[in-house]
């Protein structure tokens, strides 16, 4: 199937999994693409190992894959490790060009991403993005652990879309799910979490650009906490 023809099925599955559970949505993914055309993209969070732990109940064939931006906490890869021992299965990891990041860091310094907007998506770019594309390479769809409750950024997220920056489906189970009801399915599961949610860290991403959050603040509140809100993506999420 062309991606025009993917792109114009958007709307009917969108009318085909309005009030779907989690379950029901992965089911219709991998009933629709196939694990070898489909594949879970985790950052580790929270929302990506209920996802894991869902998936893993369907089928031992879908794949993960994580982007290793080289600025990972030393708790993400326990958490790797604990993944890959848990469930027998080992993450896709994706890591940045060398060379774009040697350029990067030689020319603009190593914390280059503090100083201004561009210099902070230029980060993520090399880092995140690049490795991306990589990553979707001859996939119809991606999984992603996205909530519509996440950020202002993320309010109309639907459970199927059409992510116009990559040019393939992107699949939402979680979108409807509260923070409460992940939290619920990872205590009835037993499913290992970042240890870093136990000490205020919502949202994980890179080491120097997540910090911890108060009570009450915004879940994406630690993520690039120096930008507006209204730019605190990295840009894997980004409309086109």
């Known amino acids: 199937m062309s991606k025009t023809d993917l792109k114009d099925l958007i709307p009917e599955w969108q009318q085909v999994l309005a009030g779907s559970g989690p379950e029901d ?3 219709w ?4 693409f196939g694990s070898d055309r489909l594949m879970q993209s985790s950052s580790l969070g929270m929302e990506d ?6 998936l893993r109940e369907i089928s031992s064939d879908a794949g993960i894959f994580t982007l290793d931006t080289g600025r990972f906490f030393q708790e993400s890869y326990d958490l790797m490790e604990e993944i890959r021992i848990k469930w ?6 994706y890591f940045p060009e060398a060379k774009a990041v040697e350029e990067l860091v030689s020319t603009k310094g190593p914390n280059s991403f503090y100083t201004s907007l561009e210099n902070r998506r230029e980060c993520c ?5 690049d490795p991306l594309k990589r990553a979707l390479d001859g996939l119809d769809a991606w999984i992603c652990g996205l909530r519509r ?16 920056a990559f040019s393939l489906v ?3 189970p979680l979108a409807q799910w509260s923070e409460d009801q992940c939290r619920d399915y990872i205590k009835d599961h037993s499913v290992p979490i970042h240890i870093l949610h136990k000490k205020g860290y919502p949202s994980i991403g890179c080491a120097p650009c997540t910090r911890a959050v108060r009570e009450g603040e915004d879940i994406r509140s630690g993520r690039w906490w120096w930008e507006n809100p209204e730019s605190r993506e990295c840009g894997l999420h980004k409309k086109k």
């Open 88 to 93: 027998k299965t080992p993450i896709r990891v």
């Open 170 to 172: 992107k699949i939402n």
């Open 49 to 54: 190992m209920v996802i894991t732990d869902l």
């Open 25 to 27: 949505v992965l089911n």
């Open 29 to 32: 993914a991998l009933k629709q």
């Open 125 to 129: 770019r090399i880092r995140k993005i």
């Open 149 to 164: 409750d996440q950020s202002v950024t993320r309010q109309a997220v639907e459970f199927v879309e059409w992510d116009e």
